[in-house]
Structure formats: C-alpha cells, structure tokens
C-alpha cells in the first residue's frame, strides 16, 4: 500500500445484536468496554471484539443488489461515513473520543446458506470489506461522533554487514536485493510499508546500536546480510543471539537443509530468525545469491509470523 495519513469521518450508526450471525439493530449509542460493544454477542476475549463498515461499501452493495440495506443488517458494529476503510490496513487504528480500536483482521470467511444475515440479505459485504479489532481504550460511542483512522505503517530495516562495501570497494547489492523482495511481497497488500537500509562494516558495536534503535523505535523487521559465516569477522549472529529474547530456529534450519542438499556449504551457514522484544530480526548470508534463498522462504511466514508475535489470528 502506498503511504497514507491520518483522515476523519462520523459515526454513521452504532449497532448491536444479542447473538452471533444476526443482524444487528441501531442503537443511538453504546458502550465500549474492555471486551467489545457491552451487550453484543461478539464481545469477548478474542481479537474480534468490535466490527466496522463503511456505508460507502453498504451504497456499492446497494446499486448492486437494487434495494436499500440498513444500518446493522451486515452484522456490523459500527457504519461510519466518510473514510475509506479501504485504505485500512492490519493494527492501524480507530479513534472516537476516548475510544482507541486496533484493527486486527480484513474481511472473513463467510458461513454461507448457515447465516441468518447471507439468508436476509442475499450476500454480505464483510467477509470482503469488513473491518474487525480489538479494544485499546474504552467509552462511550454515539452516532454523529467523529471517528479518526489512524495509519501505522510496517516498518521494515535492511542492514548490509561488509568491511569492503562500506569503505565503498564495491556496491552493496544484497541489502538492495531484500528491500526489492519485500516491496514486491507487500505490493497491493493491506499493510501501510516502511523501509529502510543502512550499510555497515563487520562492526559488533555498530549492528548491536542499530539493532537496539530498531528495538527503541518499534521497526517490526529487520533483515541483516552477511556476516553468517564462521570467518574471524562474522559476527552477526553473535551479535543478534545476545539482544534476542526468543529464537525461531524451524525456518533457518529449513533453509539450510533445502539448499544443503546439492550445495553443501550452504550448510556452514549460521543465519538466525530471533523475537527481540516485539521486532522480528532475520540474519541471513551476504551472497545476492543467498538472499534470494532466504528470502523466498521467509516471505511464505512473514505475515503469519507477525501476526502471531502481535497476537493476531485467535
């Protein structure tokens, strides 16, 4: 997704329903509490606590079904008018006076002829345009309020360790590389991307700074290249093994043994996938060659991965 900023709409209705695949009915104001709409049936301990809906979405819906949908009949908590929730991307957020809402899903799988809502209607919206979250700060909501998106992007940092490509005997091609995979990876996807590169020589003391800033700012990923060897000056892992706080060996191992099988050597490598607070941290080898290998099986779990550190998908 391209870079978007923060941008207001209203409360179009506020809606709630006692049991789950039923529409909902408008109800003037709610409540939000720590769990979701008080007296909602989808209310609880998940990560789907409240629903929300564009009523432009409801409007295209409309024009092409030929008859008027009303607030709630989509089963969703809150119709706001005016944002294009379609901008809206996983953990931005919602802000309606002292209410904070964190998206945490796009869409859902529809239950078909089993929901009471598919059967009214005819079809619904929300498995393709629906926005769920959860609760960061509870209060009261009422229609008319104005609701505020709240962009944060995915911030991703790429670090190139080479005494020679930072004295500038040669370009760095590998952190290019893996800035260009993930661009491709994320292109016309729900995520709002950020990307950085830096380039610095097989230094402990200048990856363990850049590593710890990373921590210091939220960046969610960042990926190393080179220094995975066991040569006197590859220290990467060393180094990211000391700040991490849990390992992610499975998908390292993966990839050693994939590319081991006909290259030996890729074996030697000591590439590590760690948690470091809430920063996701992936070293891999300095060869193009390399990255393009790493990468194509990061990539499969990255979205997962992340999800799963911000718990996401319950």
Same mark, same amino acid.
């Given at each position: 997704?391209?870079?978007?900023?923060?941008?207001?709409?209203?409360?179009? +209705?506020?809606?709630? +329903?006692?049991?789950?695949?039923?529409?909902?009915?408008?109800?003037?104001?709610?409540?939000?509490g720590e769990l979701g709409v008080e007296g909602d049936a989808?209310?609880?301990?998940?990560?789907?606590?409240?629903?929300?809906?564009?009523r432009e979405e409801v409007e295209r819906f409309e024009h092409k079904a030929g008859r008027p949908v009303l607030a709630g009949e989509f089963a969703e908590n809150i119709t706001t008018e005016g944002l294009d929730l379609r901008q809206v991307g996983l953990l931005d957020r919602f802000?309606?006076?002292?209410?904070?809402?964190?998206?945490?899903q796009i869409g859902k799988k529809c239950h078909g002829?089993?929901?009471?809502?598919?059967?009214?209607?005819?079809?619904?919206?929300?498995?393709?345009?629906?926005?769920?979250?959860?609760v960061l700060g509870v209060g009261? *909501?009422?229609?008319?309020?104005?609701?505020?998106?709240?962009?944060?992007?995915?911030? *991703?940092?790429?670090?190139?360790?080479?005494?020679?490509? +930072?004295a500038g005997e040669y370009a760095d091609a590998s952190g290019p590389r893996?800035?260009?995979? *993930?661009?491709?990876?994320?292109?016309?996807?729900r995520w709002h991307l950020q990307l950085d590169g830096r380039l610095i020589p097989d230094d402990e003391t200048a990856l363990a700074a850049l590593l710890t800033e990373a921590l210091g700012h939220d960046i969610d990923v960042v990926f190393t290249t080179g220094g995975t060897g066991i040569g006197p000056r590859d220290i990467t892992p060393d180094v990211v093994n000391r700040l991490a706080d849990r390992q992610i060996p499975g998908i390292m191992d993966h990839v050693r043994l994939k590319y081991g099988a006909t290259n030996p050597n890729a074996l030697i490598s000591r590439s590590v996938a760690v948690v470091m607070g809430t920063t996701l941290v992936f070293a891999l080898p300095g060869s193009v060659k390399a990255v393009g290998e790493y990468m194509e099986e990061i990539l499969k779990v990255l979205e997962h991965t992340f999800k799963m550190l911000h718990g996401l998908g319950h």
């Open positions: 997704m391209t870079e978007i900023r923060a941008a207001r709409g209203r409360v179009l +209705s506020v809606n709630v +329903s006692s049991r789950k695949g039923t529409v909902k009915e408008p109800a003037g104001r709610i409540r939000v989808h209310a609880g301990r998940w990560d789907r606590q409240v629903s929300l809906l564009a802000r309606i006076g002292t209410v904070e809402l964190e998206v945490t002829a089993g929901c009471a809502i598919f059967n009214q209607v005819g079809e619904c919206v929300m498995p393709r345009e629906g926005l769920f979250a959860r009261e *909501v009422k229609v008319g309020d104005v609701i505020e998106h709240i962009p944060r992007p995915l911030s *991703v940092r790429v670090i190139t360790l080479s005494d020679r490509a +930072s893996i800035q260009e995979l *993930v661009t491709a990876h994320f292109h016309g996807k």
